[in-house]
């Protein structure tokens, strides 16, 4: 079965950097679209990037210029630079096969731990 691992996470201050990592094991890597997606406290889960397997990418106009989304299909990874962060950005991190660059919906309902971002002020 699908398996996702995310890690990288961890607290910083605002302006600061991280860049997250997912390895992925159980499915064809190279043949799905995959996403970040960020879930804060009391709100829904959100899809921020995504890339297709071909490298083009697509981003919620929050992070749009702040974060990169890249992916390495011999590695089954996908990864997300994020830069400049904000406060606004604290959340927990998952990354999911998304349905197509136009329909963001997860792929698998099943969905690895996370890894949590947190930028203070």
């Known amino acids: 079965q699908v398996q996702l691992v995310e890690s990288g996470g961890g607290s910083v201050q605002t302006g600061g950097s991280l860049r997250l990592s997912c390895a992925a094991s159980?499915?064809?890597?190279?043949?799905?679209?995959m996403g970040w997606f960020r879930q804060a406290p009391g709100n829904e889960r959100e899809l921020v990037a995504r890339?297709?397997?071909?490298?083009?990418?697509k981003y919620t106009d929050s992070v749009k210029g702040r974060f990169t989304i890249s992916r390495d299909n011999s590695k089954n990874s996908v990864f997300l630079q994020m830069n400049s962060l904000k406060p606004e950005d604290t959340a927990v991190y998952y990354c999911?096969?998304?349905?197509?660059?136009?329909?963001?919906?997860?792929?698998?309902?099943?969905w690895g731990q996370g890894t949590q971002v947190t930028v203070s002020s």
């Open positions: 999911n096969a998304v349905r197509s660059l136009l329909v963001g919906a997860p792929v698998f309902g099943s």
């Open positions: 890339v297709g397997s071909s490298g083009f990418t």
């Open positions: 159980g499915i064809i890597f190279s043949t799905y679209v």
